[in-house]
C-alpha cells in the first residue's frame, strides 16, 4: 500500500526543526496507525545527506542510532507519540530548509518524503 507523500508530510511535527550544540534535530509524529520500522534512510537536508551512523532516534519508549535499525531490531513509531530524529552535525544556518525522510516499515514497506521547515 503507497501512501502519498501529501498524506505522509503531515507525519512532520511543523517548527520542530532546531539546533542543537551537537548537530539539529527536528520531530515527527504518527497520526496514521502503529508502525515498525525495519531501516531508515539518511536524512538529508537542501540536498546534504546525514549518514546514519549520525542519526539518532528517541521516543517516550527510548532511543536507538538510525544505523541499529533492522529487523531484528526494529523501532516501533506509536500512534500519538513524537519521535525526535537528532542529526548529529553542524547546526543549520537560519532560515528555510527542506528535510527529507525515509524509512522502510514492515507494515507498508518504503516511505519516503520532504517537507520545508525553518530555524
Same mark, same amino acid.
Given at each position: 500500500?503507497?501512501?502519498?507523500?501529501?498524506?505522509?508530510?503531515?507525519?512532520?511535527?511543523?517548527?520542530?526543526?532546531?539546533?542543537?550544540? $551537537? /548537530?539539529?534535530?527536528?520531530?515527527?509524529?504518527? %497520526?496514521? &496507525? @502503529?508502525?515498525?520500522?525495519?531501516?531508515?534512510?539518511?536524512?538529508?537536508?537542501d540536498g546534504t545527506e546525514y549518514a546514519l551512523d549520525k542519526i539518532v532516534i528517541r521516543s517516550? $519508549? /527510548?532511543?536507538?542510532?538510525?544505523?541499529?535499525? %533492522?529487523? &531484528? @531490531?526494529?523501532?516501533?513509531?506509536?500512534?500519538?507519540?513524537?519521535?525526535?530524529?537528532?542529526?548529529?552535525?553542524?547546526?543549520?544556518?537560519?532560515g528555510a530548509h527542506t528535510i527529507g525522510i525515509g524509512l522502510q516499515t514492515k507494515e507498508i514497506?518504503?516511505?519516503?518524503?520532504?517537507?520545508?521547515?525553518?530555524?
Amino acid at each position: 500500500m503507497k501512501i502519498p507523500a501529501s498524506i505522509l508530510k503531515r507525519l512532520y511535527v511543523k517548527n520542530s526543526l532546531t539546533n542543537l550544540d $551537537d /548537530g539539529f534535530s527536528f520531530k515527527i509524529k504518527n %497520526s496514521l &496507525s @502503529n508502525g515498525t520500522a525495519t531501516s531508515m534512510s539518511p536524512v538529508t537536508v537542501d540536498g546534504t545527506e546525514y549518514a546514519l551512523d549520525k542519526i539518532v532516534i528517541r521516543s517516550q $519508549d /527510548g532511543e536507538v542510532n538510525a544505523n541499529d535499525v %533492522s529487523e &531484528s @531490531n526494529a523501532f516501533i513509531i506509536k500512534v500519538g507519540v513524537e519521535v525526535e530524529i537528532h542529526v548529529k552535525a553542524d547546526p543549520l544556518p537560519d532560515g528555510a530548509h527542506t528535510i527529507g525522510i525515509g524509512l522502510q516499515t514492515k507494515e507498508i514497506g518504503g516511505i519516503a518524503f520532504e517537507v520545508d521547515d525553518e530555524i
